[in-house]
């Protein structure tokens, strides 16, 4: 029987009840992100090629797996690209092309679009390509100065994951004070264990 | 011929109106987001630029013939770009390369760094400006100096901050006005002090 996703609604609460995603760049530490409390791992880097036998160890272990189809090596960011990652049994993906959301969401899977905060004259021009893909969520990049910067963004209309430079609590309890629904951090220490 | 400096303050400019730095402070004008001929009628204006992000110019070609132009026909000093050879070929004509480093997560940062040419006249410009406020003391070691921070300083209190870790910053013309009345006098010291 083949795998199917749950709905952006479902991701979404899945993050919103425990809101510290792990986010890892080295498959060695897929062991520690399986063992701890973060509700969806982030793949950042790898071989988007050879995923299926990584996706099926995060499912068993109760969690969700996104995978960032720009940064993962052997796949290209196009529409064949997604198709490949809904196969394997991705539950989310994540791009900075906008033109990628609707195949995302197509393929059933949760459609985030990356935001690079860069300058301030043009976050207009982002938040304009934002509203065009209409992703189930944006992640903004880095997350860490959120805070900072919230009160220049227009509210988006759907929930806003923030990574990036995000490595102690206070980062954490920041970023979800201003309004994030979560977090996506490499730092092991934020991750939380379960029973902790 | 003294040797070109980064003044502490760039206002950020397209071009198109005529920007000044703020009187009496260590401040000049950055042009970006620009097209070739508002550049150079900008450069022989009364408000000619100190710096230019060479890579937004739309019309100049991004190459060393654009380099050379630009210090040396149009005489302007610090160059921006996201080409580590652009940045070098400034640098070795004896002014201030700067290369584009993008700070959007720890991976991303040492990424950006790898192809940092590393030598003497090439500095960073780091983006976006205020997470150098959020880098740890060794990920700052590891970005060559003179450091630009460049992208979302939009209050006195960030520019302030952000100045404390980075050489310069750029900012727009309205906060430059504010950073001149609050800080006039630390910003002539720290760039005399430079």
């Known amino acids: 029987m083949s795998y199917a996703p749950p709905d952006a609604a479902d991701f ?3 993050v919103a009840g425990d809101p510290r995603c792990a986010a890892i760049t080295d498959q060695g530490l897929l062991g520690e992100a399986l063992s701890s409390r973060a509700p969806v791992i982030f793949i950042l880097r790898g071989n988007g090629l050879s995923l299926g036998a990584l996706v099926r160890r995060i499912h068993d272990a109760n969690k969700l797996v996104a995978v960032h189809v720009d940064l993962v ?8 690209g997604v198709e490949w990652l809904a196969s394997v049994g991705v539950d989310a993906v994540i791009s900075s092309h906008g033109q990628l959301m609707a195949a ?12 690079l905060l860069v300058r301030r004259n043009q976050l207009d021009t982002a938040v304009a390509a934002i509203g ?4 189930n969520i944006v992640e903004i990049l880095p997350g860490v100065i959120l805070p900072s910067v919230v009160g220049m963004m227009p509210r988006f209309e ?14 954490v309890q920041a970023i ?19 029973g902790a | ?3 070109p400096r980064l003044p502490s303050i760039l206002v950020a400019s397209d071009g198109h109106h005529s920007v000044h730095a703020p009187p009496g402070v260590d401040a000049g004008v950055l042009v970006r987001d620009t097209d070739l001929a508002t550049l150079v009628h900008r450069a022989g204006s009364d408000c000619a630029p100190q710096a230019v992000d060479i890579d937004s110019v739309a019309g100049l070609g991004i190459d060393d013939f654009a380099v050379d132009f630009v210090t040396g026909r149009l005489a302007i000093p610090i160059v921006l770009t996201r080409r580590p050879q652009l940045a070098a070929r400034a640098a070795g004509s004896g002014q201030i390369g700067l290369l584009h480093v993008f700070a959007y997560d720890s991976t991303g940062l040492r990424r950006s760094l790898e192809g940092h040419p590393r ?8 983006t976006p400006g205020l997470v150098l406020l959020h880098l740890r003391d060794d990920e700052l070691a590891a970005i060559p100096r003179p450091i630009l921070a460049y992208g979302l300083i939009d209050t006195v209190e960030d520019a302030r901050a952000c100045l404390t870790t980075a050489d310069a910053i750029v900012v727009r013309p309205g906060l430059a006005a504010k950073l001149a009345a609050r800080l006039g006098a630390d910003l002539v010291a720290a760039g005399a002090g430079r």
């Open chain 1, 12 to 14: 979404i609460e899945r």
């Open chain 1, 73 to 80: 090596g052997g796949l290209r960011a196009d529409r064949a």
């Open chain 1, 104 to 115: 995302i969401r197509h393929g059933g899977m949760t459609a985030i679009h990356r935001l």
């Open chain 1, 132 to 135: 065009r893909s209409a992703p």
């Open chain 1, 158 to 171: 759907v929930p806003v994951l923030a990574g990036g430079f995000v490595r102690t609590e206070a980062d």
């Open chain 1, 176 to 194: 979800l004070s201003a309004g994030a629904l979560g977090v996506t951090t490499t730092s092991r220490a934020l991750w939380g264990t379960n």
């Open chain 2, 1 to 3: 011929m003294a040797a």
């Open chain 2, 119 to 126: 030598c003497d006249g090439v500095g960073s410009v780091v």
